[in-house]
C-alpha cells in the first residue's frame, strides 16, 4: 500500500459530559492512503457522520472529542496531529488541506450571496495575497471542472438545480487542492441518475488531481462500485475494514453480510432480499460485549461477555483486511 | 421592477381605501363637531353663525354624500385638511406641520439608534450564546415587556425635580421661540433626552431579542458549518454568513417600526406633554376635534404605508430569493 495521508488512532467521540455521555464513536483506528477512496458505512446513528465532523473539529456542542489522535501527512513536511492545532492553524488546515462535501446538497450554500462570492472567499481567507481577478479566474476554472458553465458565476444558490448546487460543492471543495475530501452522503438529496453522474465525475477528477476520500454513505452498493476500500461500522465503532471487493464477495462480520442482502444486486441469480431485524442500537445503553449479537443470527456464547478486538482474521486474505467478530478470532489485533 | 410596479400599484390602492375609509368613519361617529364647538363657545355663536360652520366642516345637510367625498378629495390634494377646532381657526396643515418635526425627530432618531444597536447586541448575543451575554436575557425580556409610558411615568417620578437636570415636560424652555440658534437647539435636546431614553430602553430590548433569536436558528444551518469548514474566520462567518441571513425578518421589523414612529409613541408624548403628533391627537380626542384627528389618522397612514414600501425595497435589496427574473 501507498503512503498514509490520514490516520486516525482510537478516537473517542462523547456528546454531553459525564454521566449523561453519549458516547457515539469508540476507539476508532482507521487509515486513509494517498489517493484511494475509503467507504465508510452503516446504519443511521452508527457514528459515521459524527466520526467525519470529529477528525475537522467540526462537532456542534455539545459534541467533544474525548480521546485520539487524527495524524495528517502533510505532502511535504512532518506529520501533525489535528487535534492539537490552535484555532488559527486549524482555520489554515481547514479546506486547503482537508475539504468537505456535506449532506444538505440544498442547504450548504448561502442563499444570500453570489456562488463567485462563496467561491472566492475561500480563496480570500486563505491565500490572502491572490489578487482579485486570479480569484476569479480560479473559481471559473473550478465550475469547467464540475461541468457548470463558469457564466453561473453571478448566479444565486435558488436559481440552481440541486445537481448543479451538489456539484458547486465539490467544485468549491478542490479550490484549494486539498489532499483529502470527505464526503459524507453527498448525494442523498439526488436522485439516482444524478448521484451516478456526480460521484462518476468525482472519481475521474480524483485520477486527475490525485486527492484521497473519505466517501459516508449508508448505501453499501455505491461504495462497493465507488471505493477501494470499505469500513463498516455499527454502534460507534469499526466492525469490519477490507477492500471493496472482498467485502462484496466474502464479508467476515455477520452485520456486513446484513448490510449487504438488504440490496438487491443488478446481475447474477435472483435471491430473496434479507433486511437486519431489529434496529439500531441505543447509544447511551449499548449490549454487553459485542453490541450486534442481540440482532446477529450468529452469535454464540462468548458475544454477550465481551467486546471482539478488531483484528486480521484467519482467511488467505487476512493480511488485508481487519474484522472485530468472535467468528473469525484474530490472529494479531492491530491498533 | 415587475414586481416593484405590482407592489406600488398595490399600496395605491391601499392609500386609496384608507383616506375613503377616513372620510367615512367620522360621519359614521355619532355626534357632531358643530355641536361641539357650539357647547366649547357656550351660545355665543348665532344661528347664522353655526350654518355656515356647517359648511365649512362640510357638513352642511344640502350638499350629498359623494358631493362631499369628492370635494373632500379636491381639499386633500390641495393640501386642505380643513380646520382645527381645538385651535380653532388653525389650519388641520399647519397644526402637523408644527407637531410632525418634533416627532419624527425624536421617535425617528431612537428608533433608528435602537435598531442598529439592538441588532448589534443581539448578533453578538446569539454568536457568543453560552458565554456572559445569556445573562443579558432574562433584563432584555423584561424591558421588552414593559410598556414605555409606564417606563416614562418612573422616569418623571425618579429623574425629574426643581433640581434635577431633566425637565419633567414639554419640548422646550417655555421662555424661548422656536429657531435654530444656540438657546433653543440645547433647550429642545435637553428636553428630549428622557423621553428618548424610555423609547430606547423598552424598545432596544426586542431588537436584541428577535435578534439573538435568528441567529441561534440560522446559526444550525448547514451553509453556516460549511463557513467553519472553509476556514473562513469567525468574524466572517458570524457577520457575512449568519447575521446577513438571521437580519432578514429584523429589516421588514424595522422598516414597519418606521412607520409607526409618527402615532406609535402617543403615550409617550403625552407622558412627556411633547409638543409632537401624538400629543396633537391626544388634543385632538378630548375637544372632539374630527379635522384634526382625520389629518393625523392621514399621515400614520400614509407613513405605515411608505414604511411598507421601503421594506419591500429593502428586501429585494437584501434576499435575492425575492428577486424575479426577467
Partial sequence: ?335 | MKYFLQRLAFYLFTAWAAITLNFFIPRMIPGDPVQALVTKYQGQLSSKAIESLYVLFGLDKEAGIWDEYVSYWKQLLSGDLGLSFTFFPTPVSEIISESLPWTLLLVGITTVISFFLGTGLGVLAGWRRGSWTDGLLPVTTFLSSVPYFWLGIIAIYLLTGPDSFFPSSGGFDSGLVPAWDQYFVPSAIQHSLLPALTILISSVSGWILSMRNMMVTVSSEDYITVAHAKGLSDRRVALSYAARNALLPNVSGFALSLGFIVGGTLLVEIVFSYPGVGFALFQALGASDYPLMQGVFLIITISVLVANLLADIAYLLLDPRTRKEG
Fill in chain 1, 1 to 335: 500500500m501507498t503512503q498514509p495521508v490520514l490516520e486516525i488512532r482510537n478516537l473517542n467521540v462523547e456528546y454531553g459530559l459525564g454521566e449523561q455521555a453519549v458516547r457515539a464513536v469508540r476507539d476508532v483506528n482507521l487509515t486513509l492512503h494517498r489517493g484511494e477512496v475509503l467507504g465508510l458505512a452503516g446504519e443511521s446513528g452508527s457514528g459515521k457522520s459524527t466520526l467525519a465532523y470529529g477528525l475537522t473539529r467540526l462537532l456542534a456542542p455539545p459534541g467533544v472529542i474525548t480521546g485520539g489522535q487524527v495524524v495528517y501527512h502533510p505532502e511535504k513536511g512532518d506529520p501533525y496531529d489535528v487535534l492539537g492545532l490552535s484555532d488559527r492553524e486549524l482555520r489554515s488546515f481547514r479546506w486547503a488541506e482537508t475539504a468537505i462535501v456535506f449532506q444538505g446538497a440544498m442547504n450548504s450554500l448561502n442563499p444570500v450571496h453570489k456562488i463567485s462570492t462563496q467561491l472566492t472567499d475561500v480563496l480570500r481567507a486563505h491565500e490572502p495575497t491572490m489578487s482579485e481577478h486570479s480569484r476569479n479566474a480560479r473559481a471559473r476554472e473550478m465550475l469547467k471542472l464540475v461541468g457548470i458553465s463558469p457564466d453561473r458565476m453571478d448566479a444565486y444558490p435558488h436559481q440552481l438545480s440541486g445537481g448543479m448546487r451538489q456539484r458547486v460543492m465539490i467544485g468549491m471543495a478542490l479550490i484549494l487542492q486539498p489532499q483529502v475530501v470527505i464526503m459524507d452522503e453527498p448525494t442523498t438529496a439526488l436522485d439516482v441518475v444524478m448521484q451516478r453522474q456526480i460521484l462518476g465525475q468525482l472519481i475521474e477528477l480524483r485520477e486527475r488531481l490525485g486527492f484521497s476520500v473519505i466517501f459516508i454513505t449508508h448505501d453499501l452498493s455505491l461504495l462497493v462500485e465507488f471505493s477501494n476500500r470499505i469500513a463498516i461500522m455499527y454502534g460507534g465503532r469499526i466492525v469490519e475494514e477490507a477492500p471493496a471487493g472482498s467485502i462484496y464477495r466474502d464479508a467476515l462480520h455477520p452485520y456486513s453480510k446484513g448490510l449487504l442482502g438488504s440490496f438487491p444486486a443488478l446481475r447474477g441469480p435472483r435471491r430473496e432480499l434479507t433486511g437486519i431485524p431489529g434496529s439500531p442500537p441505543d447509544l447511551k445503553g449499548m449490549p454487553t460485549g459485542c453490541s450486534f449479537h442481540p440482532r446477529c443470527p450468529k452469535a454464540f456464547d462468548p458475544c454477550a461477555g465481551n467486546i471482539p478486538v478488531l483484528g486480521r482474521p484467519g482467511t488467505p486474505d487476512g493480511s488485508a483486511r481487519t474484522v472485530a467478530c468472535w467468528l473469525h478470532p484474530t490472529e494479531q489485533p492491530v491498533g
